[in-house]
């Protein structure tokens, strides 16, 4: 991956978001609101894992930098990435509470009436706001390209534990958005 001084500059601005605890609770309290409208739809999802393998599944994960903000604000980026989510582990999500809204919002098959498009545009509207109002840059990235971006992150990065690891996955691929 050709990295660019976009990326370095992007990065540097992810590590100080990350550690801005008003940003990253305020993304995390879209997240639950976002989480009780999908949870009315009542979908449903067998945590089969499937989705968040990308190169099988042929979906695709899309994130904004706030998003990203709030996974690295409670795990360390730096692993392999391969054609798989790297927060996957045995068939289950270890980044439940942190995901970002495609694996949030993702249910399969798709529903005739898309409510899981038009919930996403505008959540992922509202979490736009949220990253404006902290003077984020705006990059709206594949997740393997993205996490790829990351990679060299310095080592003093402040992580957290990764949290969420026995929770199944009710899974992560952003098809919806437009994300393709
Ligand atoms: S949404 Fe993902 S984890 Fe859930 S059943 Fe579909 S492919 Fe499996
Ligand atoms: S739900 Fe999202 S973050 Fe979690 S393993 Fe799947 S793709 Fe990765």
Redesign the pocket.
């Known amino acids: 991956m050709t990295d660019t001084m976009d990326d370095h500059a992007w990065r540097r601005a992810v590590r100080a978001a990350g550690a801005d605890p008003a940003m990253i609770a305020e993304v995390r309290r879209l997240y639950r609101l976002a989480d009780a409208e999908i949870a009315s739809h009542r979908p449903a999802?067998?945590?089969?894992?499937?989705?968040?393998d990308f190169q099988r599944?042929k979906h695709r994960l899309y994130v904004t930098t706030a998003e990203v903000c709030v996974v690295l604000s409670a795990v360390d980026p730096r692993r392999p990435v391969t054609g798989r989510c790297p927060y996957q582990l045995d068939g289950l999500c270890t980044i439940r509470d942190a995901r970002p809204l495609g694996c949030r919002v993702?249910?399969?098959p798709p529903t005739p009436d898309d409510w899981q498009g038009r919930l996403y545009e505008r959540w992922l509207g509202r979490i736009k706001r949220v990253e404006a109002r902290f003077g984020l840059p705006y990059r709206y990235g594949e997740w393997l390209a993205t996490l790829g971006r990351l990679a060299e992150l310095p080592a003093n990065w402040p992580a957290g534990e990764v949290r969420g690891g026995s929770n199944a996955?009710?899974?992560?691929?952003d098809s919806v958005g437009g994300g393709q």
Do not use: K, N, Y
Not at 45 to 52: D, K, P, Q, V, W
Not at 169 to 173: I, P, R
């Open positions: 999802c067998r945590a089969c894992g499937a989705c968040c599944s993702f249910h399969c996955c009710e899974s992560g691929v």
